[in-house]
C-alpha cells in the first residue's frame, strides 16, 4: 500500500485546482499552484544532490517555502528532518551529526548557526534560502530558476517506510530523534479528520513552530489531506494570532499555553470577528483558564488533549459535549490507537487508579532514530510506555496526573533537565548540579539549577548564566540558580528531586542566586 503524503496534493490538484490551498500573508496558492510549486522544488533539491532515502534537515521559522519543501521531500523519497531554530549552533551541530543529514536547508537568520555546525560535522550540502548565500552553499532561489517546469514523479513509500525525524529533548541529557513513518503522518491524517469533522472548507492556521509535531499535525499538513487551507502565521504573539484569524476567517486554531494568556489580556479583542472560528486545540492550560476561553468565545469547540512526538501528535482529544462536564480531562483515545493506563506489572490498573499512560496503533512511532536501546527501553511487548502519569474514568476519559520524572514543559517545549544538567556539569566551578523545573505564569514551567560549587572556585548565580547561554538555546537557560552545601540524596547516592520542588529540601550556601 503506497503512502507519500505528497499524492494528497496530487489528488486536489487535480479535482480542486482552483482552491486555495496555502496564505502566507499576501502570497497564496491554489492546489494547482501548490502542487506545481512542489514540483519546481522537488526538482531543485534533487539538483543540490539529494535523493531517496537521503534525510534533509530544514533550519527556518515558519513560511510557505518550508511547507513546499516538506511535500517536495516526501514527493522525492528523501526524509525530513524539521530543526528546533532555537537551538544552540552546538546542539545544531549534535543533530547534524547523530541524524546523518545529506543537507540542510537554512534561512537567512541562522546561517551563522548553520556555518558552526557545517564545520564541526559531516555535512556535505547547505542550501540557503537567499539568492546569496555564504561561499561554498548553494541558493535555493538559483536552484528554482534553473529546474525545469515538469512533473516529479511521486515516489512509492509504503506505509512502513520512513518518512521524517523529529528531534525532541526526551528524558535524556542527548535529543532522541523520533522517527515518523508515512503511514503514521497519513493514519494521523484520517484521525485528525474524524475528530476534528475537518472539511475542504476548514481553514487551519498554522500556529506553532513547524519543527514541532504539533504545528505540523495539529491538524497541520492535514488541512491538504481533506482538500481545506493552511493559513501561516509568522507571528506567536496573542494579538496577531487573533488578527490574522478574524482577516483569514480561520476555523481552527493551536495555541500554546502562553499564547491564550496573550488573548485573554487583549482589550480589544471584542473588536476581531471570529465567528469563523469552530475549535482551538490546546494543552496544559488550566481549567480555569478554559472557562474563560469558552465565556469569550461561547460557540468554539475548545479540545483539551494529551500528546507526544512519539505518538504523531495527539493521543486523545476532548469531544464537544464533554467539554464542560469533564473539563480538566484530555478527552478519549484517538481513532486507531489504543490507550491503557498500566501498573508497575504493566497490567491495566482500575478506573480512576493513577498509573503509566501506554499506547499502541498505526500512528504511534516505531521508535528513535539510530538508538536502538532506547527504543528497547520504551517499546515493550508492542506498546509505547510513555513515562507519563494518568487514570482513566468508568467512560474510557484519560485524566492527566503528572509528567515524566524530570521533564520539564516550557513555553509548549520539552526541556530535559539531564540536558541542563550535562551543559552545567561542564563548568569548572561546578562540582554538583541539579535541575528541576519550576512554576512560572507566563512559560508554565522555566528551568531552575542547584548547584554545589567546588571549593575555592567563586562560582557565581551569574557565571552558570552565563555559561548555559553560551552552550544551550535560550529558553534552556535556567531562570533561577541557587548555590547550595548538598544536594538530597538517598542512600544509593540518587539526587532526591523531589526534595527539590520543597523549599526546605536544600541549604543554601549563601547570596549566590538569580
Known amino acids: 500500500m503506497t503512502g507519500n503524503l505528497s499524492l494528497a496534493l496530487r489528488r486536489h490538484a487535480v479535482r480542486r485546482p482552483r482552491a486555495e490551498a496555502l496564505v502566507d500573508g499576501d502570497s497564496r496558492w491554489t492546489y494547482a499552484e501548490l502542487d506545481r510549486a512542489v514540483d519546481r522544488h522537488a526538482h531543485a533539491i534533487a539538483a543540490s544532490g539529494v535523493g531517496e532515502h537521503d534525510l534533509v534537515g530544514i533550519l527556518a521559522r515558519n513560511h510557505a517555502t518550508y511547507v513546499i519543501e516538506l511535500l517536495a521531500l516526501a514527493r522525492l523519497g528523501a526524509v525530513s528532518v524539521p530543526i528546533n531554530w532555537r537551538l544552540h549552533a552546538r546542539e545544531l551541530g549534535y543533530i547534524v551529526e547523530h541524524s546523518g543529514l545529506r543537507a540542510l536547508l537554512v534561512d537567512q537568520d541562522f546561517h551563522d548557526k548553520a556555518a558552526e555546525a557545517q564545520q564541526t560535522t559531516g555535512l556535505a550540502v547547505v542550501v540557503s534560502h537567499t539568492a546569496q548565500p555564504p561561499a561554498g552553499w548553494l541558493s535555493l532561489p538559483r536552484l528554482l530558476a534553473q529546474a525545469p517546469g515538469t512533473p516529479v514523479p511521486d515516489a512509492e513509500r509504503s506505509f512502513d517506510d520512513l518518512q521524517r525525524v523529529l528531534y525532541t529533548s526526551g528524558t535524556t541529557s542527548r535529543p532522541k530523534g523520533v522517527m515518523h513513518t508515512h503511514g503514521n503522518v497519513q493514519m494521523n491524517h484520517v484521525g485528525q479528520l474524524l475528530e476534528l469533522e475537518l472539511t475542504p472548507a476548514d481553514r487551519a492556521m498554522v500556529s506553532a513552530p513547524l519543527f514541532h509535531v504539533s504545528g505540523l499535525e495539529a491538524p497541520g499538513l492535514a488541512i491538504f489531506y481533506v482538500g481545506g487551507t493552511m493559513v501561516i502565521t509568522r507571528g506567536y504573539q496573542g494579538a496577531d494570532i487573533v488578527r490574522l484569524a478574524a482577516a483569514e476567517r480561520v476555523t481552527t486554531l493551536v495555541l500554546a499555553a502562553q499564547i491564550v494568556h496573550d488573548i485573554l489580556r487583549m482589550p480589544d479583542r471584542a473588536d476581531f470577528d471570529l465567528s469563523a472560528l469552530r475549535l482551538i486545540i490546546f494543552g496544559g492550560v488550566p481549567a480555569t483558564v478554559r472557562r474563560a476561553v469558552h465565556d469569550t468565545l461561547p460557540h ?39 490507550l491503557r493506563v498500566v501498573g508497575p506489572d504493566g497490567q491495566p490498573v482500575p478506573p480512576g487508579t493513577i498509573g503509566e499512560i501506554t499506547v499502541r496503533g498505526p500512528k504511534v512511532s516505531p521508535g528513535y532514530w539510530r538508538d536502538p536501546q532506547a527504543t528497547a527501553q520504551a517499546w515493550q511487548d508492542g506498546w509505547f510506555r510513555t513515562g507519563d502519569l494518568a487514570s482513566m474514568d468508568s467512560d474510557g476519559y484519560l485524566w492527566f496526573a503528572d509528567r515524566r520524572t524530570d521533564m520539564i514543559r516550557s513555553g509548549g517545549e520539552n526541556v530535559a533537565s539531564a540536558e541542563i544538567e550535562r551543559v552545567i556539569a561542564e563548568h569548572p566551578g561546578v562540582a554538583e548540579v541539579a535541575v528541576i523545573g519550576v512554576p512560572d505564569p507566563k512559560w508554565d514551567e522555566v528551568p531552575k539549577a542547584y548547584i554545589v560549587a567546588r571549593a575555592g572556585s ?17 529558553f534552556k537557560v535556567p531562570k533561577y540558580v541557587d548555590i547550595v552545601d548538598d544536594l538530597p540524596r538517598n542512600d544509593s547516592g540518587k539526587v532526591l528531586k523531589r526534595l527539590l520542588r520543597d523549599p526546605q529540601g536544600v541549604r543554601p550556601a549563601g547570596a549566590s542566586r538569580v
Do not use: W
Open 300 to 338: 468554539v469547540r475548545l479540545i483539551d488533549t494529551f500528546g507526544m512526538t512519539e505518538i504523531c501528535n495527539g493521543a486523545c482529544y476532548m469531544d464537544a459535549e464533554h467539554q464542560l462536564s469533564k473539563i480538566g480531562s484530555q478527552g478519549m483515545p484517538f481513532p486507531h490507537l489504543e
Open 458 to 474: 567563586g562560582l557565581t548565580a551569574q557565571d552558570v548564566i552565563g555559561h548555559c547561554t553560551d552552550h544551550l538555546a535560550k
